[in-house]
């Protein structure tokens, strides 16, 4: 039997909306990402369906261009890793997320030192990486 509703909660409609940013399976992880972030940066971003689904980003919270692609490029990781989970019914771990970004890290880190630019590297990712302790 097909239905509109959402089928890891068993209680929505499932609009994409819901799916990506609404659902109790996945909001959890939007709040540890955003807090990430915010200590991260020493940003106060809150969480809202454009900023994480969209990666839509406030002018004012100045930010580097540089900074603000890294905020895009996280906020892309966590839908990467809630489409990773479409199906399944259990809660997304933030922990597969910084994973993830932490791989993301070191393929980056390696670009960069091939192109001698590993200064940017740093102004980049090290305030992520200094936070979850690598
Ligand atoms: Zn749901």
Redesign the pocket.
């Known amino acids: 039997i097909s239905n509109d509703r ?1 089928w ?5 409609r ?1 609009t994409l909306i ?2 990506f940013y ?4 996945v909001h959890s992880l939007w709040g540890a990402v955003i807090q990430c972030i915010n200590n991260a940066l020493k940003v106060k971003l809150r969480e809202n369906p454009a900023l994480c689904i969209l990666g839509i980003l406030q002018r004012k919270i100045g930010l580097s261009q540089q900074l603000r692609l890294w905020v895009k490029l996280a906020l892309a990781t966590g839908n990467r890793v809630i489409l990773r989970h479409w199906k399944s019914t259990e809660k997304i771990s933030f922990k597969e997320w910084r994973d993830e970004l932490t791989k993301i890290a070191s393929f980056e880190q390696l670009i960069y030192k091939i192109n001698n630019r590993l200064d940017i590297f740093m102004k980049v990712w090290s305030p992520f990486l200094e936070m979850i302790g690598n």
């Not at 890891?8 to 929505?12: A, S």
């Not at 609404?22 to 399976?25: F, G, I, L, M, S």
């Open positions: 959402c890891r909660c068993d209680k929505e499932g819901h799916m609404e659902c109790d399976v």
